[in-house]
């Protein structure tokens, strides 16, 4: 016999045969079915057939800074500058969010991220009768243009950039941190940072809305409009898909459903008469980075290569930076488990590592009690620290792209662009992103998927350790963030003594041009920004524009 | 009404929490284990919440908070439903609630609070032995 032993398969239809089937008849796989946290079936092996015969590397792959900017936005990506890391943060007092903030610059932080607490992200006043409890709890409350100055109170902003995550009441909230600029005397056209400003993800996942689609796309275009004038380096709009993962989406759901949001806002501009070129280079993206590593990645280097191709071929946008699906990452919040809460740090490592390995350009990274709490100071820090062992200890910021070319990850990454591009044509055909949500489609999508991944959970064949394989009795739970009642009661005096403070007159004034502004097609932004500098509030000026825009009602789909 | 009809319950989100995940799975949990299941949609008061539970003459009423507001929320809704006089429903719930905040909303009369990993299986079988239909 013909000793061939030393040359390898020359196919993989003859691995399987030669080298394969004696060992897995002998004795089998582990599993019978092997696939991603979202269920995507994954292969054993992935070779140049995978592929196929077309598939070309400049077209699906190329250069980094050029299209279709798979391998990353930026020529130089972290040999030229790191990712921005950005946790993050908000709780109780704008006094209190102001210490932590400063705390986060002074461990070397780069940019700040605001959270809001509910009744601001709903566009109410700390003393709205729906707001009791909940004052200060899941971030910070800010009511007027006085708690944003206690915010940002030694800050200066034409040194930071800030990212503020905030939906429905978006515009008013921009328009206070505008009106902080001026007092500090910065001008707006230095102002670098994000607005969320992303309301169709929130009728989708998040549900923090007031007006109806319609209105409230018109105030996101003002907007857009008023930037793209007087403050030309702020990012509009961050296209959130990870709130829509939160919700228990698969993967391929946040990519597509993103990106069916970005066609929204796109198509929105234009037909505000916005030239194309004018705005879209200022609108961003948000990932969210889940346990399954490569899945993630490839969701990454997918989400750039389909933004290009979508912006230039259905667009006809012409400015390369048009192109650019630039995009901040955070760790998967629904990921983490109350269970043995130190190995929340491990998930959120590789979970950051994929978000840097699939070319991100600022990254939060969860703190291990956020299953119990708002973090700690100690937690936090470790997140931080997490993301400067890997940027500055790991190594891969050396290279860019490196998992490039592997046949894995192209192959993950083709697949999917190409399910993420069936959910857009279905999309299209419902009418566009608006009508699909008001048909509640990707809405069920989602809860179908959620509900999917908690009976895996249940059955076990998804393993979170700690919940359903690895336990043990647990002796104690880290010090946990605590939110004192006072927080609520002396917000509410604070909010007492503005009103009886500030000049009534112009309040109303204002809030009536602002209610006629919104009969009309003026841009409402100048409008709220009279408004704000006079201290009205946020539930104030949201509230004068609901006799005009209305209020939007869910229908419920369980 | 027999003791041995199907038990009703008002799966709630009460406040501003938009959090609807671990509702909607309850609720759909609830439903496929055979329960009638109403949801009460989103941004409820808890003035609503008790409303719909009297109306619709619930066994129960199981509420998700993620917010933080929990140590307001469920003992308001406890202290609506006794002003109704319905305090015979039986209120319980699930979120992020921390483990030291437990003991005080069990004496306010919240009968048990599921946290996070909690299997839909452990809470229908907690309410199969726990939640008797009411005398109606």
Same mark, same amino acid.
């Given at each position: 016999?013909?000793?061939d032993g030393?040359?390898?398969s020359?196919t993989?239809?003859?691995?399987?045969?030669r080298?394969?089937?004696?060992?897995t008849e002998?004795?089998?796989?582990?599993?019978?079915d092997?696939?991603t946290?979202?269920?995507?079936?994954i292969?054993?092996?992935?070779?140049?057939?995978d592929l196929g015969?077309?598939?070309?590397f400049?077209?699906?792959?190329g250069?980094?800074?050029e299209?279709?900017?798979?391998?990353?936005v930026?020529?130089?990506?972290?040999?030229g500058?790191l990712w921005?890391?950005r946790?993050?943060?908000?709780?109780?007092?704008?006094?209190q969010?102001n210490q932590?903030?400063k705390?986060?610059l002074?461990?070397?932080q780069?940019g700040?991220?605001?959270a809001?607490?509910?009744?601001?992200?709903?566009?109410r006043?700390?003393?709205?009768?729906?707001?009791?409890?909940?004052v200060?709890?899941?971030?910070v409350a800010i009511d007027?243009?006085?708690?944003m100055?206690v915010?940002?109170?030694?800050?200066?902003?034409d040194?930071?950039?800030?990212s503020m995550?905030?939906?429905a009441?978006?515009a008013?909230?921009f328009c206070?941190?505008l009106?902080?600029a001026?007092?500090?005397?910065?001008?707006?056209?230095k102002?670098?940072?994000?607005l969320?400003n992303d309301?169709?993800?929130e009728?989708?996942?998040?549900?923090?809305?007031?007006?109806?689609p319609k209105?409230s796309?018109?105030?996101?275009?003002?907007?857009?409009?008023f930037?793209?004038r007087?403050v030309?380096?702020?990012?509009?709009?961050?296209?959130?898909?990870?709130h829509?993962?939160?919700a228990?989406?698969?993967?391929?759901q946040?990519?597509?459903?993103t990106?069916?949001?970005?066609?929204?806002?796109?198509?929105?501009?234009i037909e505000a008469?916005?030239?194309v070129?004018?705005?879209?280079p200022?609108?961003?993206?948000?990932w969210n980075?889940?346990?399954?590593f490569?899945?993630e990645?490839?969701?990454?280097?997918?989400?750039?290569?389909?933004?290009?191709?979508i912006m230039?071929?259905?667009?006809?946008?012409g400015?390369p930076?048009?192109?650019?699906?630039r995009?901040?990452?955070?760790?998967a919040?629904?990921?983490l488990?109350a269970?043995?809460?130190?190995n929340?740090?491990?998930?959120?490592?590789?979970?950051?590592?994929?978000?840097v390995l699939?070319?991100t350009q600022?990254?939060?990274t969860?703190?291990?009690d956020?299953?119990l709490?708002l973090?700690?100071e100690?937690a936090v820090?470790?997140a931080?620290r997490?993301?400067q062992?890997?940027a500055?200890?790991?190594?891969?910021?050396?290279?860019?792209?490196?998992?490039?070319?592997?046949?894995?990850?192209?192959?993950?990454?083709?697949?999917?662009e190409?399910?993420?591009m069936?959910y857009i044509?279905r999309?299209?055909e419902?009418?566009?992103?608006?009508?699909?949500?008001?048909?509640?489609?990707p809405?069920?999508?989602?809860?179908d998927a959620?509900?999917?991944?908690q009976q895996?959970?249940?059955d076990?064949?998804?393993?979170?350790?700690g919940?359903?394989?690895h336990?043990?009795?647990?002796?104690?739970?880290?010090?946990?963030l605590?939110?004192?009642h006072?927080?609520?009661e002396?917000?509410?005096q604070?909010?007492q003594q503005?009103?009886?403070?500030r000049?009534?007159?112009a309040?109303?004034?204002?809030l009536?041009?602002?209610a006629?502004?919104?009969?009309?097609?003026?841009?409402?932004l100048p409008l709220m920004?009279?408004?704000?500098?006079?201290y009205?509030?946020?539930?104030e000026?949201?509230?004068?524009?609901v006799?005009?825009?209305?209020?939007?009602?869910?229908?419920s789909?369980i | 009404?027999?003791?041995?009809r199907?038990l009703?319950?008002?799966v709630?989100k009460?406040?501003?929490d938009g959090?609807?995940r671990?509702a909607?799975i309850?609720a759909?949990a609830?439903?496929d &284990?055979?329960?009638?299941?109403?949801?009460t %949609?989103? *941004?409820?008061?808890?003035?609503?919440? @008790?409303?719909?539970?009297?109306? =619709?003459?619930?066994? &129960?009423?199981?509420l998700?908070i993620?917010? %933080?507001? *929990?140590?307001?929320?469920?003992?308001? @809704?406890i202290?609506?439903?006794? =002003?109704q006089g319905?305090?015979?429903?039986a209120?319980f719930g699930? %979120?992020?609630?921390p483990e030291e905040?437990?003991?005080g909303?069990?004496?306010?009369g919240?009968l048990?609070?599921?946290?996070?990993?909690?299997?839909t299986?452990?809470?229908?079988?907690?309410v199969r032995?726990?939640?008797?239909?009411?005398?109606?």
């Open positions: 016999m013909k000793d030393h040359k390898g020359r993989r239809g003859k691995w399987e045969n080298t394969l089937r004696p060992v002998k004795s089998g796989e582990r599993d019978v092997y696939s946290v979202s269920s995507l079936p292969d054993r092996l992935y070779t140049p057939e015969p077309d598939w070309d400049h077209e699906k792959v250069f980094p800074g299209y279709p900017f798979t391998r990353g930026y020529p130089t990506m972290y040999r500058r921005t890391m946790q993050f943060a908000g709780f109780g007092s704008a006094a969010t932590r903030f705390y986060l002074g461990q070397g780069t700040l991220s605001v809001f607490d509910l009744p601001t992200l709903m566009g006043d700390s003393d709205d009768h729906m707001a009791r409890g909940e200060g709890r899941e971030g007027s243009l006085a708690d100055e915010l940002f109170d030694g800050i200066p902003l040194q930071v950039s800030t995550t905030i939906n009441p978006a008013v909230i206070m941190y009106a902080v001026e007092k500090q005397g910065v001008p707006l056209e102002l670098n940072g994000t969320q309301i169709l993800k009728y989708i996942a998040q549900k923090e809305w007031i007006y109806p209105p796309i018109r105030i996101i275009t003002d907007l857009i409009g930037c793209t007087s030309p380096k702020w990012n509009t709009i961050s296209i959130s898909g990870y829509i993962r939160e228990g989406s698969t993967a391929v946040e990519l597509a459903f990106i069916a949001d970005g066609i929204g806002y796109v198509q929105a501009g008469g916005l030239p070129d004018a705005f879209a200022r609108l961003s993206f948000f980075s889940h346990n399954d490569f899945e990645i490839a969701k990454m280097r997918a989400s750039r290569r389909m933004w290009a191709r230039r071929e259905r667009f006809g946008a400015d930076r048009s192109w650019m699906c995009f901040h990452t955070q760790t919040g629904y990921s488990t269970q043995q809460p130190y929340n740090v491990v998930r959120v490592t590789t979970q950051a590592l994929a978000a699939g070319g600022s990254l939060h969860n703190s291990l956020e299953t709490a973090p700690s100690d820090t470790i931080l997490t993301q062992i890997l500055e200890e790991s190594g891969v910021t050396n290279t860019i792209d490196p998992l490039a070319g592997s046949y894995f990850v192209e192959a993950l990454t083709d697949r999917m190409r399910e993420a069936e044509d999309i299209d419902l009418g566009g992103i608006v009508p699909a949500i008001e048909n509640g489609f809405q069920k999508e989602i809860a959620a509900y999917r991944y895996q959970l249940e076990a064949s998804k393993v979170v350790v919940v359903n394989k336990r043990m009795e647990e002796k104690s739970r880290p010090d946990t605590k939110i004192g006072e927080v609520e002396q917000q509410l604070r909010l503005l009103k009886s403070s000049d009534q007159e309040v109303k004034r204002c009536a041009a602002l006629d502004g919104a009969g009309g097609e003026e841009n409402l920004l009279a408004a704000v500098r006079e009205a509030t946020v539930g000026v949201s509230a004068a524009l006799p005009v825009f209305g209020r939007y009602r869910e229908v789909i | 009404m027999s003791e041995n199907k009703r319950l008002l709630g009460v406040g501003l959090h609807d671990g909607k309850i759909r609830f439903r &284990a055979g329960f009638e299941v109403i949801y %949609g989103l *941004h409820q008061s808890p003035e609503m919440v @008790v409303a719909t539970a009297i109306q =619709e003459d619930v066994d &129960a009423v199981s998700s993620l917010s %933080g507001a *929990h140590n307001f929320l469920f003992p308001k @809704v202290e609506l439903l006794r =002003e319905a305090e015979d429903i209120v699930g %979120g992020i609630v905040d437990i003991s909303l069990k004496a306010a919240v048990e609070i599921f946290t996070p990993g909690a299997t299986d452990a809470v229908i079988n907690w032995q726990n939640i008797k239909p009411r005398n109606l």
